[in-house]
């Protein structure tokens, strides 16, 4: 490569939770560089949750970070071109792109949700990923099925 890679940006923790995934999360979600727009739909969907979720004894902000491990994707099938013909090759992810993977996902299933607003929407889709259901946690299921369904094709790695 002649370029060196960029450096990592310094990534600051959100001013309610102090935690960095948080302000990733919301960074991910945010349109047009309105991110106390995009702080104010997560913490909505935290209060939402907070009030749907009451008899569980956990705190609006463990049901997201469970969520989000329902989510994260162990493995992906990359296209590969050998020989003319085309191989979806499985490869393991890096620890960062499962980080944002998962978070493209939930956010994008909770995003085609029809209805209501988006606080609304992400916490629905968040309360269903708690629980091994919706739309993201399928996504991870068909990737995870795509990627056993290759595992011949795993000695093409890159």
């Known amino acids: 490569m002649r370029k060196s890679k960029p450096k990592k ?3 600051l923790p959100d001013p309610k939770f102090n935690d960095y995934r948080v302000t990733r999360f ?3 979600m945010m349109w047009d560089g ?3 727009t995009s702080f104010q739909i997560f913490y909505d969907s935290l209060e939402i949750i907070e009030k749907k979720m009451k008899d569980s004894e956990d705190a609006p902000i463990d049901i997201w970070r469970k969520a989000l491990d329902n989510v994260t994707p162990a493995v992906e099938v990359k ?3 050998i020989g003319g013909a085309t191989f979806q090759v499985p490869t393991e992810i890096r620890a960062d792109r499962k980080i944002s993977v998962s978070h493209k996902w939930l956010i994008a299933a909770a995003r085609k949700r029809s209805g209501q607003s988006m606080s609304n929407k992400l916490a629905t889709e968040i309360m269903a990923a708690y ?3 919706g739309a993201a946690v399928k996504r ?3 990737t995870h099925r795509m990627a056993e ?3 011949a094709f795993a000695h093409f790695k890159f």
């Open 140 to 142: 991870k299921d068909e």
């Open 34 to 36: 309105k991110k106390s």
């Open 79 to 81: 296209s590969r071109r």
């Open 26 to 28: 919301v960074n991910d």
């Open 149 to 151: 369904a290759n595992k």
């Open 9 to 11: 940006r310094i990534i």
């Open 131 to 133: 629980n091994n259901e």
